[in-house]
């Protein structure tokens, strides 16, 4: 691919470097190689790039680096750039019409003949399979259920029954879908009972959901994954949530069940949510937080309990002084003692005339 295609691929402009200066592939500052481009998202890592052996690269629309071999080309956002020219030499393959010896399909089910399915594939009565999807080894596929355009479904996933996954998804390896939400009710005799699990989960169009993570069902009604959520390996969704469009659920994030999160949101690594709360929409919650109350749109929290984010830090700055302080306290707790006199009373009572 020329410099020139490239650029066009990546809505990029070319500030130096000749136009037809072939483009074999990406990679990063340190493993690119001769022909291929790299980015530069941040002047931090300018050593790196003063080093590359790429022989392009994207900075932003003020970064200036010093290579007089280097082709430059300018992007508003050069990591999104660098992503639009990586999907460019790594097109997502199309479905080959395939259907393996031992996959299981039953005969009320309707599987377009467009659709690839190897081996231990298991489709269920009244399944609906769309063309253009992909089913790997050793996932089973409950009866009712639906699987959209083009969605590729990962070895070893479990999608239970009448579940609807939309168009263009990809459930990574050894996701569980549709398996029963926790619901339990104290009897009389304080034994758990268990409550049915009647509903349903709804993934809608392009969501992507990452290895070993799980999306239950609800007692009733739905669990609903709106169009565009990306979620991350080890996320836990309770049963009845509904996770609005473009949300980004980061790795060991756990939802309670009911919990509504809105437009946009980012939950960080391993931040908890309880139940029946409501994140409002472009909220980023940083990493290793709790949620226990809902927020309010636009908000940025930290911390358990997730509070402004520069209110933590500020408290968080405070509680590295701590030992400091309780030293500080316990000299002023003993100098006061000294000034009080063995009976209470202070040196200058004592001065004071009878």
Not at 154 to 177: K, M, P, Q, W, Y
Not at 246 to 269: F, H, N, P
Not at 290 to 310: C, H, Q, Y
Request: hydrophobic letters at 40%; charged letters at 25%.
């Amino acid at each position: 691919m020329k410099l020139s295609e490239f650029a066009k691929i990546t809505r990029s402009t070319i500030v130096s470097g000749p136009p037809d200066l072939e483009i074999i592939g990406v990679g990063s500052l340190e493993t690119a190689r001769e022909g291929e481009a790299t980015f530069l998202a941040s002047l931090k890592y300018a050593a790196k790039a003063a080093s590359t052996q790429a022989s392009a690269i994207i900075l932003n629309e003020k970064d200036v680096i010093e290579r007089e071999d280097l082709a430059i080309l300018r992007a508003k956002d050069p990591y999104l750039a660098f992503a639009r020219g990586l999907r460019a030499f790594h097109p997502e393959r199309e479905a080959v019409a395939f259907r393996h010896a031992s996959a299981v399909i039953d005969p009320t089910a309707i599987v377009d003949e467009r659709t690839e399915m190897h081996a231990g594939v298991v489709i269920g009565a009244g399944c609906r399979i769309a063309a253009g999807v992909i089913i790997h080894p050793n996932t089973t596929v409950y009866a009712g259920s639906s699987i959209g355009e083009s969605t590729v479904i990962h070895s070893n996933v479990s999608i239970r029954g009448n579940t609807e996954i939309g168009r263009n998804c990809i459930l990574h390896n050894n996701v569980s879908i549709g398996a029963d939400g926790f619901g339990f009710a104290k009897d009389e005799e304080k034994h758990w009972l268990k409550i049915p699990q009647t509903g349903r989960v709804v993934i809608e169009d392009d969501v992507e959901i990452g290895a070993n993570s799980a999306v239950d069902r609800p007692a009733v009604g739905e669990t609903r994954l709106k169009r565009g959520v990306k979620i991350d390996n080890l996320v836990q969704i309770g049963h009845a949530c509904v996770i609005d469009e473009d949300a980004l659920i980061c790795a060991q994030t756990g939802l309670a069940g009911s919990s509504i999160v809105g437009k946009r949101v980012v939950l960080a690594g391993q931040v908890g949510v309880a139940g029946h709360l409501t994140i409002g929409d472009d909220v980023s919650v940083t990493g290793q937080s709790g949620v226990t109350k809902s927020i309010e749109p636009g908000r940025f929290v930290s911390g358990l309990p997730a509070i402004d984010n520069r209110e933590w830090r500020r408290l968080s700055a405070a509680y590295h002084r701590l030992g400091d302080m309780v030293k500080t306290v316990r000299e002023l707790e003993k100098r006061l003692a000294e000034l009080q006199g063995p009976a209470g009373s202070s040196e200058a009572d004592e001065a004071r005339p009878k």
